[in-house]
């Protein structure tokens, strides 16, 4: 809001910058910056404090509270883009683009305030991805109990080949325990954080189920075909793709 408000005053800032220096633009005179300049000071400014707010949720004895980090980053460089980054799908009139946009016919001058300048995506979006990135890994490691086991491994107790032998039944039962073990701590502790922008829930949303779905439904589509339980196989395998998917729906939804 703040940026919004002094983005019109591009004239009177001008004035000031000609006489004194300041601290973002030490330069005086012809010499002195534009605008432009103030208007990345206070959003590098906002940028660093995001951070170091970030690194208090860090912290947090909770034992989500580094995921918390990440999705704050997540959620205000998110917001950020969306209000003040500027979409290249955007229709403006001929003519050279400023590096700072705004429509004039808005009730509140600076109300559409948008910066091109490459500096801003640049770290903005930096900021975004390396936090999502981030994120992404508690899901991540679920792959770890989703490798392919070697055909020779799997051998039957006799020549029907309905049950698996014991140690090729071991194999596939701790892939799956371990899988489900992981996912039901990963999923309990995550699904009550928050993202409140439906857009930005469902892009995460995407790249959450991105991170480990597709190879767990592979997996499961192959390895539950076997039989290596004689009385346990429906909880070995409680977790069908779909239902999984469905569970991740209600994901970041608890506000």
Not at 90 to 107: A, T, Y
């Amino acid at each position: 809001r703040a940026i919004r408000l002094v983005s019109p005053f591009v004239s009177a800032y001008k004035s000031v910058t000609k006489r004194r220096p300041l601290p973002w633009d030490p330069k005086i005179g012809e010499a002195a910056g534009e605008m432009e300049f103030f208007i990345r000071y206070i959003v590098m400014t906002l940028l660093s404090n995001l951070q170091a707010k970030a690194l208090k949720y860090a912290k947090d004895p909770d034992p989500v509270g580094q995921a918390k980090s990440y999705l704050f980053l997540i959620n205000n460089t998110f917001y950020l883009s969306e209000q003040l980054g500027y979409n290249t799908s955007m229709e403006f009139q001929s003519g050279d683009v400023p590096h700072i946009l705004r429509n004039k016919e808005d009730d509140i001058e600076g109300a559409d305030y948008k910066i091109k300048s490459e500096w801003f995506s640049s770290q903005v979006n930096k900021l975004y991805e390396s936090s999502t990135k981030k994120y992404l890994k508690y899901w991540e490691v679920l792959n770890k109990h989703l490798t392919t086991v070697d055909q020779s491994d799997l051998t039957y107790t006799n020549a029907d080949q309905k049950l698996l032998a014991l140690e090729s039944g071991r194999i596939l039962k701790a892939r799956f325990s371990g899988f489900n073990e992981d996912f039901e701590k990963t999923y309990s502790l995550q699904k009550e954080l928050t993202i409140m922008d439906p857009s930005l829930r469902a892009r995460l949303l995407e790249d959450v189920k991105g991170a480990f779905l597709p190879k767990y439904t592979e997996f499961y589509n192959v390895y539950s075909k076997y039989q290596f339980s004689k009385k346990k196989m429906e909880d070995y395998l409680k977790y069908p793709p779909k239902k999984i998917e469905k569970m991740m729906a209600d994901m970041f939804s608890s506000y």
